[in-house]
């Protein structure tokens, strides 16, 4: 086929479901759901969603990251600016945002790539000591999964990123959040052929649902828009402006009754000395409401899947 050459369309291709592209769910609309009914009655379910990552100074040359992260002078290597403000996360100010989830008893999710795992052992100790929950998250910050992977590769970057957390936390994680949400088009299914319960990547609900992959499986929503790096970083909302975007997102949701609010923090960024205070601020006015059932990831999923599956 020469490149002029249209594509062959076929004459009679299998017809969709409403709004659907994908085989992974089944189109939902939300005012003809049943209402999800969390433990105790709570009106939503609140997880804490904390990536702790490696940064990579000279990543593969095959890999896909992110291309909005750049330095100043484009996306050269080795970066270290970049590598060093990611390493400030992981030395100093990760513990700052640890004694705001302990000021309000918040256990965390905590998506670790492997390369985190094996250089922070003291960090999964804390992580350990708090009974937060481990969720795979690839190899480092750099590597997303994409379908420029074969399904060979594909595989090996799961397995060994659980096999890394397994290892480093003593116990192998349920959940997965893929590097800045990166996926093919077939990783709902090598997830759940991993042995995996549940993933972060589709922000496309503000309740979990089931994806078909031939067992129990659950998506659990994770809204970038509340994602403080998609917020201060990449948008350039001011700081200022983050408890009112938060408190304004969960009261809705609250209002609504039987959704899910997932907040992600990034310590390299949110646990800045100029920022910590507006994350205190948030997590403040969110526990003014009352009956809030505070969980992990996995926990929101265990009980949608228990319950509605």
């Known amino acids: 086929m020469s490149p002029s050459t249209p594509p062959k369309v076929p004459k009679n291709p299998p017809p969709l479901p409403p709004g659907m592209d994908n085989p992974w769910y089944d189109y939902s609309p939300y005012p003809r759901r049943p209402r999800l009914a969390w433990p105790k009655n709570a009106r939503v379910a609140f997880c804490v969603v904390m990536p702790v990552e490696y940064y990579e100074l000279l990543p593969p040359e095959n890999t896909v990251k992110d291309s909005r992260f750049v330095g100043e002078f484009g996306s050269y290597h ?93 116990v192998r994680p349920k959940g997965w959040l893929g590097q800045e949400y990166g996926e093919s088009q077939r990783t709902p299914q090598l997830l759940a052929d991993a042995g995996l319960d549940y993933v972060l990547d589709w922000p496309n ?13 659950v998506s659990m929503p994770n809204q970038p828009e509340w994602d403080d790096v998609q917020q201060l970083w990449l948008r350039r909302i001011n700081t200022t402006r983050y408890p009112d975007l938060v408190a304004d997102a969960f009261e809705l949701l609250h209002h609504e009754g039987g959704q899910v609010f997932s907040l992600s923090i990034h310590p390299w960024l949110m646990g800045m000395a100029h920022r910590i205070k507006y994350l205190d601020e948030a997590l403040r006015r969110i526990e003014r409401f009352g009956n809030v059932w505070h969980a992990t990831p996995g926990e929101i999923a265990e009980h949608y899947a228990k319950t509605m599956m």
């Open 205 to 217: 609900d503000d309740q979990p649902y089931a994806m078909k992959v031939g067992r129990k499986f």
């Open 78 to 170: 080795p970066d270290y600016r970049t590598w060093t403000q990611r390493e400030f996360g992981n030395r100093t100010t990760i513990f700052r945002v640890l004694d705001v989830l302990d000021r309000y008893q918040i256990r965390a999710g905590v998506p670790v790539n492997a390369m985190a795992a094996e250089r922070y052992p003291f960090l999964i100790e804390q992580f350990r000591k708090r009974k937060y929950e481990f969720i795979g998250h690839g190899v480092s910050a750099n590597r997303m999964l994409s379908s420029k992977m074969s399904e060979a590769e594909e595989k090996a970057e799961i397995a060994t990123s659980l096999a890394a957390v397994e290892k480093a936390a003593g």
